[in-house]
């Protein structure tokens, strides 16, 4: 994606992003420092740090944390959640760190907002110390539940103009490069990396009501979809996810599963030198 439409789409979501619904990217930034094992001896990078999920907690475990946030707004957030840690605004897929900078970089759900993944994954290789590590989150399969969410939204791409639909194709097919643990190994092969194969991390959360949805796809970049439709397509368009939703409900509202994909990669390099 340009990114001046991640900057543009963020800032508009950056408000309610992490807050609407229930704190979402939060639990998984948290359990993605756990996996990397980030320790107190470490100095770590978090690249497209959002408000701060990933980078709070690798802040109170490690030496350093350093995040980069392009879009200010939630750059400020990001402070506001890891005091402790350095926030600059700036590009996540073109660092300005010194060489060997950092023994983790962590990348929590952003290499597929990268408009060059592969470039991106190189710079933040060259900023890794010769021991360090690469730990980065991607999504996985959806949750079978809400396949009828999938199949409404397919009927309203007719009704998305033609420049828009293919910038959200081509974001979607950014997120595709990475949707299955050989691809993302594969992807990071490529950039110079040898991988540990992915590990799959769930969480199931639940909606309290209909609503709750709505606001959630609005904090984050989904709301790119529902923006590119006219105001009746968006209202049908939620009525009919409504009525598709109602199978679903709980005595605590609307749950649904969603499956990241950890995986830590070393420089190839590294791997050589242990051979």
């Not at 963020?10 to 939060?26: C, G, K």
């Not at 760190?97 to 983790?104: E, G, I, Q, S, W």
């Amino acid at each position: 994606m340009d990114p001046r439409d991640v900057l543009d789409v963020f800032d508009r979501a950056a408000e309610t992003y992490d807050l609407a619904a229930f704190p979402f990217f939060t639990p998984f930034g948290e359990a993605l420092v756990e996996f990397a094992g980030v320790g107190p001896d470490d100095h770590v990078l978090d690249v497209g740090c959002g408000a701060g999920a990933a980078l709070a907690p690798a802040a109170r475990r490690a030496a350093s944390a350093v995040g980069i946030e392009l879009v200010p707004a939630m750059a400020e957030r990001a402070r506001a959640a890891a005091p402790e840690a350095q926030v600059v605004v700036g590009d996540a897929s073109s660092l300005d760190f010194a060489h060997h900078a950092f023994d983790v970089v962590l990348a929590a759900f952003v290499v597929f907002f990268m408009p060059d993944p592969t470039a991106a994954l190189t710079g933040w290789r060259q900023v890794l110390s010769p021991a360090g590590r690469l730990v980065i989150s991607t999504w996985a399969g959806a949750d079978p539940r809400w396949s009828f969410e999938r199949d409404i939204r397919r009927g309203f791409l007719s009704e998305i103009p033609q420049e828009t639909l293919q910038d959200l194709g081509a974001g979607i097919a950014l997120l595709n490069r990475f949707d299955g643990p050989s691809k993302v190994q594969e992807e990071l092969r490529v950039a110079g990396f040898e991988p540990d194969p992915p590990v799959e991390h769930q969480i199931e959360f639940v909606f309290r009501d209909e609503d709750a949805w709505w606001e959630w796809n609005w904090s984050h970049g989904s709301r790119l979809f529902l923006e590119a439709l006219a105001e009746s397509a968006r209202e049908r368009f939620r009525e009919l996810v409504y009525a598709g939703m109602q199978p679903l409900r709980t005595d605590g509202g609307f749950p649904r599963r969603y499956t990241a994909l950890f995986t830590r990669a070393v420089p190839a390099a590294q791997v050589m030198g242990n051979t």
